[in-house]
């Protein structure tokens, strides 16, 4: 079993529809939280960084963190063809140095 | 504000010729992360080093494998005697410093083994 799962679509939405993009961990020790996008052929972008549980929004996305769910959750509004693209969730330990542990990504598709 | 740039963009190589990627990380950061992302996989974590020090290698292959980050000039991550498992696109990324876990990756170098 993997340590990140992310289920890896594709998710298809018409334009304008909320998009709910998701992962869930089996690491505990997990404390910090992240989400990237990235387009076809390009690097990670990162998007949004959360520590511990709770919401972070940021324009049209939310990140939401459920530490007891080992969930977190990734929300964007008003959905764009531009966002068409794969999201990647990551996460570190607090203690354990500096390497993200990735999930596979979900492959998100937005139509006009 | 230049962000994390790494080279060549695109590898060739032929089976047992070397491989050697740069990265330079973005201004101001002095932590440098690599990662290799295999087709239909996810990125996996290889490598992070600061300026002349190894932190972490505890995801890079044991053998053919190495990296560096010299006081001076970019980091570089080698790999001698190529075989065609190795390709894949090795993304580089960086931090400001250990108390940040925020990490700015590069648009990768996407090597190829013939």
């Known amino acids: 079993q993997k340590e990140v799962e992310q289920d890896p679509g594709p998710l298809s939405v018409p334009e304008g529809a909320i998009v709910s993009l998701n992962c869930t961990y089996s690491?505990?020790?997990?404390?910090?939280f992240m989400w990237y996008r990235q387009y076809s052929r390009k690097g990670p972008e990162l998007l949004m960084y959360?520590?511990?549980?709770g919401n972070k929004e940021d324009g049209r996305f939310t990140a939401q963190v459920d530490k007891s769910s080992k969930y977190i959750s990734l929300f964007i509004r008003d959905s764009q063809p531009s966002d068409s693209a794969t999201y990647l969730c990551?996460?570190?330990?607090?203690?354990?140095?500096?390497?993200?542990?990735f999930g596979g990504g979900t492959r998100l598709m937005v139509k006009p | 504000n230049a962000g994390v740039m790494q080279n060549p963009r695109h590898l060739v190589r032929r089976r047992g010729q070397e491989a050697r990627l740069r990265c330079s990380p973005m201004k101001g950061h002095s932590h440098v992360y690599w990662y290799r992302q295999l087709p239909e996989e996810g990125l996996k974590f290889m490598v992070y080093?600061?300026?002349?020090?190894?932190?972490?290698e505890s995801g890079m292959p044991k053998e053919r494998f190495s990296a560096e980050f010299p006081k001076e000039g970019p980091s570089i991550l080698r790999i001698q005697q190529v075989v065609r498992g190795d390709s894949a696109a090795y993304f580089c990324?960086?931090?400001?410093?250990?108390?940040?876990?925020?990490?700015?990756f590069g648009p990768g170098t996407r090597l190829t083994v013939l």
């Open positions: 990324a960086s931090s400001r410093d250990r108390g940040y876990n925020e990490q700015f």
């Open positions: 959360t520590y511990s549980s």
């Open positions: 080093l600061q300026k002349e020090n190894i932190i972490d």
């Open positions: 690491n505990s020790a997990f404390q910090y």
């Open positions: 990551a996460m570190s330990p607090y203690n354990a140095g500096n390497m993200l542990t």
